[in-house]
């Protein structure tokens, strides 16, 4: 089962001034660096094409592109960059003096519209671990402001643009671009629906349906997403990998982990709470957080579990047949 294959690929790039941090995050993402040894990488200076498809369900690919480069320029291709492209990320530096950086925002999302209209634009407002809470929502109010105000001078007020803080020392860079892939998937609704009757049906609280490789969730139920707990299930994520890293066995032709089909995991927390890991596919995995006493009921869980990933593979086979609303019902849901 894939996301999506051949042109209907969804693209993301990664813009930004130069050490903004554009390849820290793609390292600390896709790559499971640590935020420290960012502090060694190189600075980009060319366009960096990464491709992540075959070790990630999200498929997407991520451009880097160095800060200064010129839209004007005959080797910077708008056409083909943009067009194909689902959503722009641009990286802002909020450690530093963000002028310049907004006066590129401006010039960058303005040429992109007018190539590809139907582009996500999304700010990350970056390193703000180094800030304190007052400066952080001063710095995002004074951003989101200014950047709009531009637009708006340019007769641009169609152009929307989303904005998250984010920092790769803690999970909200995991968060954010959980929101910006999560606008490139067309069957979210029925995603969320399906974890919704899930949770219900299971005594479940919260269910995330993570891709394993980046920690990014593609859908979750439709309860508000509270920080704590997604860390948790993030945390629970690379302890499974990293046993099954060490402990499962790698065929020959199999990169990537031994994370495979058979995958689960049960954490029983000391409050209370039940963490419970099964993967849906080579990339997939839902994980669920629960009130222990509720665990009790495993084997129905295990049953609506089996039913959901039946109609997840669904949602996605139909991709392109235009008849979602019938998957809510299809007999394969969780009763
Ligand atoms: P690029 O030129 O846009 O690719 O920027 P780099 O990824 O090379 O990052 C420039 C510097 O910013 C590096 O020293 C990183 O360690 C640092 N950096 C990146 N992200 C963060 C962050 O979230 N917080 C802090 N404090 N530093 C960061």
């Known amino acids: 089962v894939s996301l999506s294959t051949g042109e209907h ?25 640590s935020p420290n040894e960012t502090l060694f990488l190189e600075s980009t200076n060319k366009i960096v094409k990464d491709d992540i498809n075959n070790s990630s369900f999200v498929q997407f690919q991520i451009w880097d592109f160095p800060g200064q480069i010129d839209f004007i320029d005959s080797t910077f291709d708008s056409d083909t960059i943009f067009g194909g492209c689902g959503a722009l990320v641009f990286v802002i530096d909020a450690q530093d003096d963000y002028g310049e950086a907004l006066n590129k925002l401006n010039l960058t999302v303005t040429k992109a519209y007018k190539v590809n209209p139907n582009i996500k634009f999304e700010v990350f ?40 803080l984010t920092s790769i020392y803690d999970h ?34 919260k269910s995330f349906l993570f891709d394993v490789v980046s920690k990014i969730y593609i859908a979750t139920d439709s309860t508000p997403v509270d920080m704590q707990s997604y ?36 954490i029983k927390l000391n409050n209370g709470t039940v963490l419970y890991l099964r993967e849906v596919n080579r990339f997939l995995a839902l994980v669920c957080i629960l009130r222990e006493d509720n665990f009790d009921r495993k084997g129905i869980i295990d049953s609506n579990f089996l039913s959901l990933r039946g109609a997840i593979q669904q949602v996605f086979e ?16 969780p009763i």
């Not at 001078?153 to 989303?162: C, E, P, Q, T």
């Not at 959980?178 to 005594?203: G, M």
């Not at 020959?252 to 994370?259: G, H, I, K």
């Open 125 to 164: 407002i970056h390193k703000v671990d180094g800030l304190g809470d007052d400066f952080k929502m001063e710095s995002q109010r004074d951003i989101h402001q200014r950047a709009t105000d531009d637009l708006n001078d340019a007769g641009l007020d169609k152009i929307h643009l989303s904005f998250h």
């Open 9 to 33: 690929k969804p693209r993301i790039l990664l813009m930004g001034l130069r050490r903004s941090g554009k390849s820290s995050i793609q390292k600390v993402v896709f790559h499971k660096m």
């Open 231 to 266: 860390e948790l299930c993030c945390d629970m994520i690379d302890v499974v990998i990293d046993v099954s890293w060490i402990y499962g066995i790698k065929e020959e032709q199999q990169e990537a982990t031994a994370f495979d089909e058979q995958s689960s995991s049960l």
């Open 172 to 205: 909200s860079i995991f968060e954010a671009f959980s929101k910006v892939v999560q606008k490139l998937i067309p069957q979210l609704p029925i995603l969320e629906n399906l974890l919704n009757i899930l949770n219900t049906n299971s005594a479940i609280e």
């Open 318 to 333: 139909l991709r392109n047949k235009p008849q979602p609303s019938s998957m809510l019902t299809a007999p394969g849901s």
